[in-house]
C-alpha cells in the first residue's frame, strides 16, 4: 500500500494575514475557505491549509512558530530576484546557497509567523 500526503496543515493565529502573504508572495489559489478561521491553497502536489489556532492559544503573546519542519516550494526559474522582491517587501529572508553535489539553488524565509519556508530551483 502506497500512502501520500495530500494536505498540510499549519496551525497559525492570524489567517488573514497569511493568507495574504501565501497569494501575494507565492501566488496560490485558494481551494476552499472560511474567513478569518480556515483556508487551504493548491499547493501543487499538495495542498497548504491555514487553520486558526485553538481558543486556549489565541491570547498568546509569543506566535512565532518554533518547530523542526520547512515547507519546500519549487521555482522554475529567477529565484535571484524573487529572493530580492521578498526582501523589498519585508520578508525575513536568509541568503542564496548551494551544497557540494545537489543541483539546486535554496533559500530560505519565514512567513509572518515565522514559519520556515525553503524556496527551491534546480539547475
Known sequence: ?????????????DVEALKSFYEAHFALPIVEEIPGEWVVFNAGAIELA???????????????????????????????????????????????????????????GEDPEGNVFQLSQAD
Open 1 to 13: 500500500m502506497i500512502i501520500s500526503m495530500s494536505r498540510l496543515i499549519l496551525y497559525v493565529h
Open 50 to 108: 491555514l487553520h486558526l489556532v485553538g481558543e486556549p492559544y489565541r491570547n498568546m503573546t509569543a506566535k512565532h512558530a518554533h518547530s523542526n519542519a520547512k515547507m519546500v516550494f519549487s521555482v522554475p526559474s529567477g529565484l535571484d530576484a524573487l529572493r530580492d522582491k521578498l526582501v523589498a517587501a519585508g520578508v525575513n529572508m536568509r541568503e542564496l546557497k548551494r551544497y557540494e553535489g545537489f543541483p539546486y539553488l535554496l533559500c530560505d
